[in-house]
C-alpha cells in the first residue's frame, strides 16, 4: 500500500518480481487546480479511496486477504498526514487477518522498481533516483544496502521543473508536458546555469531555477513567451547534470549497471540521453516503464518482499516517518 502524496495505490506481487494486480487512484485532477498538492485534501480523498482501491487490487490478482504472505506499507518519507491514512489502513489489514506488517522507505520503492520490471537485475549496480522530492545517487552492493555518493544541496529535479513548468503557465505536473514541448524547441536557444559541474556528486537546482525565472520576467517585458525553447533548454540543463553526474559515478565505483528510477525517470530526454551514454561506455542501462517510475504500490510490495524474507516485521505501534531517510531502518515507531 502507497499513499506517500497524492496517489493511493495497492499492488499484489509475487516472489517480489511477479505483478499480479497494481491500482492506482490519482488525485492529479483534484490538486491541478491549486498548481500542486494541497497536503489536507490529499489525505481526505486518501481515507475515501484507500479500501476501495486495496479490494480492486484483491480482486484484480483473484485472491483474498487470507491468502497473502505479509502487508507491505509506505512508512516514509512523504506527506505526514498522507503517510498515516495508508499506516492506519495497513495495519488494520494486518491486525484483522493475523499478517504481518511490513514498513518500508519511499525512496527504497523506486530502487525496486527496475526489478519489477528487470527480475535480472541484480547488484551491484548504481541508481539515479529523480523524483519531485528527491535527486539521489545510489551504490547498491547489495539488496537493501545503500551507499550514497551524492544528493541535491537543495531542490529536487522534479520540484524544478515542476516550478518553472507552472511559471511558463503548463498544466500541473508540468514533467510530462514540459517533456512533449521540449521537442518542439532549441535546448541549446538559452544558455542556462549547470551547477557542482565536476564537483564530486551532489547536485543543486535552485541557481537554475533562479536564472530560468530571471529569463522568463526578461523576456515577458518584451512580448510573447518562446515556451517551447524555454522548456527545451531548461530540460536539457537538468537532465543534462543528472546523466552526467551518474555516469561519472558508475565510473568513480566501477559500476557496469545503471538503474534509473523516480517519477523524473519517465522523462524521454534524460533515458536518450543515459541509454546512449552508457551504451558507449559498455554499461548497461535499467529504466522501468513510465507507469513504475510514479508513485505506486508494485515498487513497496517488490522492497517489502525482500524486507519480509529477511525476517523485518514492524509493530501496530508503526509509525508515518515524514523525513525518513535510506540511513533509517523502516519499521520502527517513528
Known amino acids: 500500500m502507497e499513499t506517500s502524496c497524492?496517489?493511493?495505490?495497492?499492488?499484489?506481487?509475487?516472489?517480489?518480481t511477479r505483478l499480479l494486480s497494481n491500482v492506482v487512484a490519482s488525485q492529479v485532477e483534484v490538486h491541478r487546480r491549486f498548481g500542486g498538492v494541497v497536503p489536507e485534501i490529499a489525505s481526505r480523498r486518501h481515507v475515501e479511496a484507500l479500501l476501495p482501491v486495496v479490494r480492486?487490487?484483491?480482486?484484480?490478482?483473484g485472491l483474498e486477504?487470507?491468502?497473502?504472505?505479509?502487508?507491505?506499507?509506505?512508512?516514509?518519507?512523504?506527506?505526514?498526514?498522507?503517510?498515516?491514512?495508508?499506516?492506519?489502513?495497513?495495519?488494520?489489514l494486518a491486525y484483522a487477518s493475523g499478517l504481518p506488517l511490513v514498513a518500508v522507505n519511499h525512496i527504497e520503492g523506486h530502487l525496486y522498481a527496475n526489478r519489477l520490471e528487470h527480475p535480472e537485475l541484480e547488484p551491484p549496480f548504481l541508481c539515479l533516483i529523480a523524483s519531485g522530492g528527491h535527486?539521489?545517487?545510489?551504490?547498491?552492493?547489495?539488496?537493501?544496502?545503500?551507499?550514497?555518493?551524492?544528493r541535491t544541496r537543495d531542490d529536487a529535479a522534479g520540484e524544478a521543473i515542476d516550478k518553472i513548468g507552472r511559471v511558463l503557465g503548463l498544466p500541473y505536473p508540468a514533467g510530462a508536458e514540459m517533456d512533449r514541448l521540449a521537442r518542439e524547441g532549441d535546448p541549446s536557444a538559452f544558455p542556462f546555469p549547470r551547477a557542482l559541474r565536476g564537483e564530486g556528486f551532489d547536485f543543486s537546482f535552485s541557481g537554475l531555477k533562479t536564472a530560468a525565472l530571471n529569463e522568463i520576467r526578461r523576456l515577458q517585458a518584451r512580448g510573447p513567451l518562446p515556451v517551447a525553447d524555454l522548456a527545451a533548454?531548461?530540460?536539457e540543463a537538468v537532465v543534462g547534470v543528472l546523466a552526467e553526474k551518474a555516469l561519472?559515478?558508475?565510473?568513480a565505483v566501477g559500476a557496469g549497471r545503471i538503474a534509473l528510477a523516480g517519477g523524473v525517470a519517465a522523462n524521454s530526454r534524460l533515458r536518450e540521453l543515459l541509454a546512449e551514454a552508457a551504451a558507449a561506455e559498455g554499461r548497461v542501462l535499467y529504466v522501468p516503464r513510465p507507469a513504475f517510475c510514479t508513485d505506486n504500490a508494485a515498487m513497496i510490495a517488490a522492497a517489502g518482499w525482500v524486507r519480509w524474507q529477511r525476517g523485518e516485521r514492524a509493530g501496530l505501534d508503526l509509525n508515518a516517518a515524514p523525513a525518513l531517510s535510506l540511513e533509517d531502518p523502516p519499521g520502527d515507531a517513528g
Open 65 to 92: 486477504l487470507k491468502d497473502l504472505d505479509a502487508v507491505a506499507v509506505t512508512q516514509g518519507p512523504g506527506l505526514v498526514g498522507a503517510l498515516l491514512v495508508g499506516i492506519a489502513g495497513a495495519k488494520a
Open 56 to 61: 480492486q487490487a484483491l480482486d484484480d490478482a
Open 248 to 251: 561519472a559515478a558508475a565510473r
Open 233 to 235: 533548454s531548461f530540460q
Open 135 to 150: 535527486t539521489e545517487l545510489l551504490e547498491v552492493p547489495a539488496w537493501g544496502a545503500y551507499r550514497r555518493l551524492g
Open 6 to 16: 497524492d496517489e493511493t495505490a495497492a499492488a499484489v506481487v509475487a516472489g517480489g
